[in-house]
């Protein structure tokens, strides 16, 4: 299963593992399609450690390409009101 997020000003995607009920979710991919970002404008994929601390952060940008393990604590930091553009990604799952 796959689909393509959009996140206008304001948005956000709370802190979560991607662990499905009935979907046996191995890893997950997450393909940049922003394709100008200003750093300020927020909206970075963040993971967090097991004390809900952020220990990595990625900044939205085109043709880039994560893949982590599942489960795994991560979230999309709120877009700023004030950015200039929208975040875009392609977003998919491996599956066993």
């Given at each position: ?84 553009a929208r975040r875009t990604s392609y977003l998919s799952w491996l599956?066993?």
């Open positions: 299963d796959a689909y393509a997020s959009w996140y206008e000003p304001g948005h956000f995607l709370t802190q979560h593992d991607d662990l499905h009920a009935t979907h046996d979710r191995v890893a997950a991919i997450v393909f940049g399609m922003t394709p100008v970002w200003n750093r300020n404008w927020g909206g970075h994929l963040a993971f967090y450690d097991d004390t809900g601390n952020i220990e990595e952060a990625y900044i939205p940008s085109f043709n880039t390409l994560n893949i982590f393990l599942i489960p795994k604590k991560h979230a999309v930091l709120q877009v700023a009101p004030f950015a200039g599956h066993r």
